[in-house]
Nanobody, 122 residues
Framework: QVQLVESGGGLVQAGGSLRLSCAAS???????WGWYRQAPGKDRELVAS???????NYANFAWGRFTISRDNARNTVYLQMDNLQPEDTAVYYC?????????????????WGQGTQVTVSS
C-alpha cells in the first residue's frame, strides 16, 4: 500500500506563488504522477501530470504558470504554481500510479493524497 502526504497549500494573494509537494511512503516505485484540483461545486480536473520518463502534460489553464517535477530518489512530486489567480482556488490532490505486471497484462494501481487547500485572494 502506498500513502501520499501532501504539503504546501495555503493562502496567497493574486500574483503570488506556492509550491506543493506530495511524498509517497515506502519504496515502491511510482511510475506516473498527477496533480488534480477541485473547486467548490465543480468536478475534479487534471492540472498537470508527469510520466516515469519525465514527459509532462498540462491543462490549458496551467500552461506557462505551473510546473510539475519529480524527484525519484525521494519518491516525491512537486507543483510550482506562479502568478496564481482567484480562479485557482481549490483543493489540490496528488495522484500516483504504479504499473504492475507483465507488459501484456499490466495493471495500473492508483493512489490519492488527502488534498491540500489553495486559496488565492484578489
Amino acid at each position: 500500500q502506498v500513502q501520499l502526504v501532501e504539503s504546501g497549500g495555503g493562502l496567497v494573494q493574486a500574483g503570488g506563488s506556492l509550491r506543493l509537494s506530495c511524498a509517497a511512503s515506502g519504496r515502491r516505485r511510482i511510475d506516473d504522477w498527477g496533480w488534480y484540483r477541485q473547486a467548490p461545486g465543480k468536478d475534479r480536473e487534471l492540472v498537470a501530470s508527469i510520466t516515469s520518463d519525465g514527459v509532462t502534460n498540462y491543462a490549458n489553464f496551467a500552461w506557462g504558470r505551473f510546473t510539475i517535477s519529480r524527484d525519484n530518489a525521494r519518491n516525491t512530486v512537486y507543483l510550482q504554481m506562479d502568478n496564481l489567480q482567484p480562479e485557482d482556488t481549490a483543493v489540490y490532490y496528488c495522484n500516483a500510479g504504479r504499473l504492475v505486471g507483465p507488459v501484456e497484462r499490466v495493471e495500473r494501481y492508483e493512489y490519492w493524497g488527502q488534498g491540500t487547500q489553495v486559496t488565492v485572494s484578489s
